[in-house]
C-alpha cells in the first residue's frame, strides 16, 4: 500500500490564489520530498524537507513537516496557469531503507 | 548537464511479448531507480542499482527485471507481458544511493500491451 497520501485528490482555483496540499504518511522518515508532474511526463523535483525540519521555502513552495502527526503539507503561493499539474509526496522511510513511496498525488488546476 | 533520457518514448507490444527499456542518467549519477506508473496503482518503487548491483527492490514479480552497466546506464525487461503492464515506466537518477534524496526523472516509455 501507499505510504503517502495526498489531500485533496483534486484541486481547481483561480490564478493568483494559493494552493494548499496535505500529505500523510505511516512509518518514521528520513525526509520528505514533493514533487510535480505535468500530464504524462516525468517527475521534477521540488523540495526536500529533513525529518528535523519543521519548515522549508523555495520561492513561492513553502513545505511544512510535522512527524509527531506524520504530516506535511505544500502551499503554493500566487498561483499561475504553469502550476498545473500532478504533485506528489514521497517518503524514505528512518533505518537505512532505500525504498521510496510515493502517493497518489494531488492533481492542481489553476484557471486563467 | 544532459538530463536524463529514456528509450524508447513510446512502445506496443503483445502479451507474452518482452520489452526492454534503455535510461542513461545524468552524467556523474551512479544510482538509477525504475518506476511503474499506472492510473489504478500510481507510482510504485521498481528496483534501484548502484554500481552495477541491485541493492534495493520492490515488490513486483521475478518478469520485472534490470541491470547496470559500467557507465551508469541502465535497462530494464519485462518478460511474458501481461495486459496489466500496460504503464508509464520511469527512470530516475540520483548522486548516491545511500538514501532517498532528490531524484531526476527521465521523460518515462509509455509502454502499452495489447
Known amino acids: 500500500s501507499q505510504q503517502g497520501e495526498e489531500d485533496p485528490q483534486a484541486l481547481s482555483i483561480q490564478e493568483g490564489e494559493n494552493a494548499t496540499m496535505n500529505c500523510s504518511y505511516k512509518?518514521?522518515?528520513?525526509?520528505l520530498q514533493w514533487y510535480r508532474q505535468n500530464s504524462g511526463r516525468g517527475l521534477v523535483h521540488l523540495i526536500l524537507i529533513r525529518s528535523n525540519e519543521r519548515e522549508k521555502h523555495s520561492g513561492r513552495l513553502r513545505v511544512t513537516l510535522d512527524t509527531s502527526k506524520k504530516s506535511s503539507s505544500l502551499l503554493i503561493t500566487a498561483s499561475r496557469a504553469a502550476d498545473t499539474a500532478s504533485y506528489f509526496c514521497a517518503t524514505g522511510a528512518s533505518g537505512g531503507s532505500y525504498i521510496p513511496t510515493f502517493g497518489r498525488g494531488t492533481s492542481l488546476i489553476v484557471h486563467p | 548537464k544532459a538530463g536524463v533520457t529514456q528509450t524508447p518514448r513510446y512502445l506496443i507490444k503483445t502479451r507474452g511479448q518482452q520489452v526492454t527499456l534503455s535510461c542513461s542518467p545524468i552524467?556523474?549519477?551512479?544510482?538509477v531507480s525504475w518506476y511503474q506508473q499506472t492510473p489504478g496503482q500510481g507510482l510504485q518503487f521498481l528496483f534501484e542499482?548502484?554500481?552495477?548491483?541491485?541493492?534495493n527492490k520492490g515488490n513486483f514479480p521475478g518478469r520485472f527485471s534490470g541491470r547496470q552497466f559500467s557507465n551508469s546506464r541502465s535497462e530494464m525487461n519485462v518478460s511474458t507481458l501481461e495486459l496489466g503492464d500496460s504503464a508509464l515506466y520511469l527512470c530516475?537518477?540520483?548522486?548516491?544511493?545511500?538514501?532517498?534524496?532528490?531524484?531526476?526523472f527521465g521523460p518515462g516509455t509509455r509502454l502499452t500491451v495489447l
Open positions: 530516475a537518477s540520483s548522486l548516491t544511493g545511500q538514501e532517498f534524496r532528490e531524484q531526476f
Open positions: 542499482y548502484f554500481s552495477e548491483t541491485q541493492r
Open positions: 552524467s556523474g549519477h551512479r544510482s
Open positions: 512509518t518514521s522518515i528520513n525526509n
